[in-house]
């Protein structure tokens, strides 16, 4: 995660300034003042598996819990995160893990910070980095794109003439670049009214720009192949990268036609299929124009975590990918959505499928998605 500051004091009771202890002081700071200092920027990973009830913990109460035990913040800023001006990069929804979020607060900048916030952290949240940031900076407003993989076992691709979970099935060369063909025309603008909720054609938050998405060599894990799908996007809607995962795979098994992918961004309703959120996780943030302008100017580092590679290949190994792969061997999420498919009427708009009048309904229906709502 990343942390932002800017430079402030805070006067304590009586008008008399004094320092924190084990704060360190900083260049042009005055011994002696109180304060929050540098807007900083924090990488953190996650993992996280919510159920959507409030007598649950969320991820920011166990990081901010942290960052008052830790002596980084005051214990009034943890009851009113606006105080240490607190913003995350990118949402996560129910389900949705991370391993490269970022979030900018104001904090004290003690000795051995890193390791002393993590010793009051859950083993499944880790923050990876802490860097200094311009003042005023946000972390939502500065990122450029987000990039977020879906983990997803290859028998997804399987033509639907197979069984729905044939564990044997090992995806081929020819079907990869199928695969990989179809992610590809999702690259550029479109609008994707279709892929998520509440959004008609003629709204222009529908349009979104698509860098790249591509899916990645299958592997073998506990005797089943999974793959690896990568999209990077300037944001992303709700439902939005499951139903696009979800639109491919319905093309790949032979539920519908390659033509309903263009017809999906046109103006009529389309039906198309949300993929499980259990396999989707936000990888990585990019601030590439803030690199640009302030990544080199003396005082500040890029925000691009190159250092941080390693630690956060190890806790999606260590945390991520294992409790994705468990749980879909236990849950069989993948396959019970698979099954659904053939509800669909991709000749038909949404509104008219099936000839109920009415939108076709998703068992998983419940589960939130991904990416920002505007």
Not at 37 to 45: A, G
């Given at each position: ?10 006067s304590?009771?009586?008008?008399q ?126 990122c450029?794109a ?31 670049q ?21 959004k ?70 389309v ?13 990585r ?90």
């Amino acid at each position: 995660m990343s942390v932002a500051a800017h430079t402030c004091n805070l006067s304590t009771s009586g008008g008399q300034r004094s320092k924190r202890p084990g704060v360190r002081d900083q260049p042009g700071q005055h011994h002696g003042d109180l304060c929050l200092q540098n807007i900083k920027s924090v990488f953190v990973s996650f993992f996280q598996r919510n159920v959507g009830s409030s007598q649950f913990k969320t991820i920011e109460d166990d990081l901010v819990s942290a960052l008052v035990r830790s002596g980084c913040i005051p214990e009034n800023h943890g009851e009113d995160m606006r105080k240490m001006s607190f913003q995350r990069c990118a949402r996560t929804d129910k389900g949705v893990s991370a391993a490269g979020q970022v979030v900018s607060l104001k904090v004290w900048l003690i000795d051995d910070i890193l390791e002393k916030i993590n010793s009051h952290l859950p083993s499944h949240i880790r923050i990876l980095g802490l860097k200094r940031v311009t003042g005023g900076f946000n972390s939502k407003n500065r990122c450029d794109a987000r990039t977020y993989c879906y983990l997803l076992p290859t028998f997804a691709f399987a033509h639907k003439d197979r069984d729905v979970q044939d564990e044997t099935y090992r995806l081929s060369a020819e079907t990869l670049q199928q695969v990989n063909r179809l992610l590809a025309c999702y690259k550029g603008t479109h609008n994707f009214h279709n892929f998520t909720s509440q959004k008609g054609p003629q709204d222009p938050s529908a349009c979104r720009y698509i860098l790249e998405m591509y899916c990645e060599e299958p592997f073998v894990r506990e005797g089943l192949e999974f793959a690896v799908i990568r999209v990077k996007g300037q944001s992303f809607m709700m439902h939005q990268i499951r139903k696009m995962v979800g639109l491919v795979v319905a093309i790949v098994k032979g539920y519908a036609p390659e033509s309903v992918l263009e017809r999906s961004w046109g103006t009529e309703k389309v039906d198309v299929p949300k993929a499980p959120g259990l396999g989707l996780v936000l990888e990585r943030v990019h601030f590439e124009k803030y690199n640009q302008r302030f990544g080199n100017d003396g005082l500040h580092e890029p925000l691009d975590w190159a250092q941080e590679e390693g630690k956060v290949a190890a806790f999606k190994e260590e945390h991520i990918y294992p409790t994705i792969i468990g749980t879909e061997r236990d849950e069989r999420s993948m396959a019970q959505w698979l099954s659904t498919l053939p509800i669909h009427n991709f000749s038909a708009t949404a509104l008219t499928a099936g000839g109920t009048g009415a939108k076709v309904p998703s068992p998983l229906e419940g589960s939130e998605g991904d990416g920002d709502t505007d």
